[in-house]
């Protein structure tokens, strides 16, 4: 199949354009009068064309409704983790079937919004059954949906009030948690929140070789409440991704620019939160691998499908660049998640492009929040988005 457009194909900035496609990937690419014999022809027209979306970092099995703390925090109570544990007590007596359909419908509204891959945490379960009956929701949406769906265990999320200390849950996680997820299969990675008040260095130490020991990859939340030095840590613990990043400074900056952990910002909740942002412009200067992602949780930000925006707010709020906002939503997406094929422009890339409502990649900005997909294809196969 040959996808050709006389618009713009972003971030390469090719204009016009043709793609061949071949069992799922980018076969060739170049310019329409160079382009291969092709049996299926589907002419774009204008239409500005990107990869598709990656979403690295969600939270999307929750129940419950946290906006009226959201609304009181914004007169002035600060985050604390009893929200998360809020909405815990809430996602534990919620029924399979009503959490499959809360999931369902958020990975729908990603897709709707030009998502192709998204990262999905568990966490609002806190005990091993729990989080098992999660993960297992996760797996049961994803054999429904055509977008990519990469799950991560995050029963570090928050200590639950049956347990009696952090250092006696970080124990039960590491030792008993992550060994069982791993053994079903129910997730890629493990995440911590490793900071001030959740999850000290030492309990996030101990449950990241558990990770290494089982064969899942690690990413954290880090340096989002304070400077604790989980970036570092994650730096060295080997981390796919260090996610926040609102409080750091020159020296983790340094740290994870000579490294290959990749610097995930999430300015949506730090927007939402009123904290400040996260320092993009040193990061992208001193040369570290940005991605850029929705945090869509129960908490501090719940809008799914809003990649868009967040691109947007990258170019704004962060001082990206558009091509570097749109690079770090997508192929930026793809090296947090360890998965390189995605998100990128080239032979061998996954076949995963949005062709958008816009004619130029500036209107991510221009129109904050409101340019939309017109259609999707993954893997090569075009999602009809009336099913979506
Ligand atoms: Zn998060």
């Known amino acids: 199949?040959?996808?050709?457009?006389?618009?713009?194909?972003?971030?390469?900035?090719?204009?016009?354009?043709?793609?061949?496609?071949?069992?799922?990937?980018?076969?060739?690419?170049?310019?329409?009068?160079?382009?291969?014999?092709?049996?299926?022809?589907?002419?774009?027209?204008?239409?500005?064309?990107?990869?598709?979306?990656?979403?690295?970092?969600?939270?999307?099995?929750?129940?419950?409704?946290?906006?009226?703390?959201?609304?009181?925090?914004?007169?002035?109570?600060?985050?604390?983790?009893?929200?998360?544990?809020?909405?815990?007590?809430?996602?534990?007596?919620?029924?399979?079937?009503?959490?499959?359909?809360?999931?369902?419908?958020?990975?729908?509204?990603?897709?709707?919004?030009?998502?192709?891959?998204?990262?999905?945490?568990?966490?609002?379960?806190?005990?091993?059954?729990?989080?098992r009956r999660h993960l297992r929701v996760l797996g049961r949406v994803a054999e429904r949906l055509p977008l990519h769906i990469v799950r991560t265990f995050l029963g570090a999320h928050a200590v639950p009030r049956e347990v009696a200390s952090m250092d006696e849950y970080a124990a039960h996680v590491a030792d008993e948690m992550v060994p069982a997820v791993a053994a079903e299969g129910l997730a890629e990675f493990v995440d911590v929140f490793a900071d001030a008040g959740f999850f000290d260095l030492a309990a996030t130490e101990r449950i990241a070789r558990a990770a290494g020991d089982a064969g899942l990859g690690l990413r954290l939340h880090a340096e989002q409440l304070e400077r604790t030095g989980a970036a570092e840590l994650g730096v060295r613990l080997g981390a796919a991704s260090v996610d926040h990043l609102e409080q750091l400074d020159d020296a983790g900056v340094a740290g994870l620019a000579g490294s290959r952990t990749v610097a995930t910002l999430l300015p949506a909740p730090a927007l939402v939160l009123r904290d400040r942002p996260p320092p993009a412009r040193a990061l992208l200067d001193a040369g570290a691998t940005v991605a850029l992602a929705s945090d869509a949780n129960a908490g501090t930000f719940a809008g799914f499908g809003t990649m868009p925006l967040v691109i947007g707010l990258g170019a704004t709020l962060l001082r990206m660049t558009v091509t570097e906002a749109l690079t770090a939503a997508t192929a930026g997406g793809g090296a947090a998640l360890g998965l390189p094929a995605l998100g990128r422009l080239e032979p061998g890339a996954a076949a995963d492009l949005v062709a958008w409502d816009a004619e130029h990649e500036g209107a991510f900005a221009l129109r904050l929040g409101s340019v939309r997909p017109h259609r999707i294809w993954i893997g090569g196969r075009e999602i009809a988005l009336e099913s979506v």
């Open 1 to 131: 199949m040959l996808l050709t457009g006389t618009g713009r194909l972003a971030p390469a900035g090719l204009c016009p354009w043709a793609i061949q496609i071949r069992e799922g990937q980018i076969a060739w690419i170049g310019s329409p009068e160079d382009a291969p014999v092709a049996g299926e022809r589907v002419e774009l027209g204008s239409a500005l064309v990107t990869p598709g979306l990656v979403d690295s970092h969600t939270h999307p099995v929750f129940a419950g409704d946290r906006s009226d703390e959201a609304a009181a925090r914004l007169e002035g109570f600060p985050y604390t983790e009893g929200g998360i544990l809020r909405t815990v007590d809430a996602t534990r007596a919620a029924d399979d079937g009503t959490l499959e359909a809360l999931v369902e419908a958020r990975l729908r509204a990603a897709l709707a919004g030009g998502t192709t891959t998204v990262e999905c945490k568990s966490g609002y379960g806190l005990s091993l059954e729990e989080e």
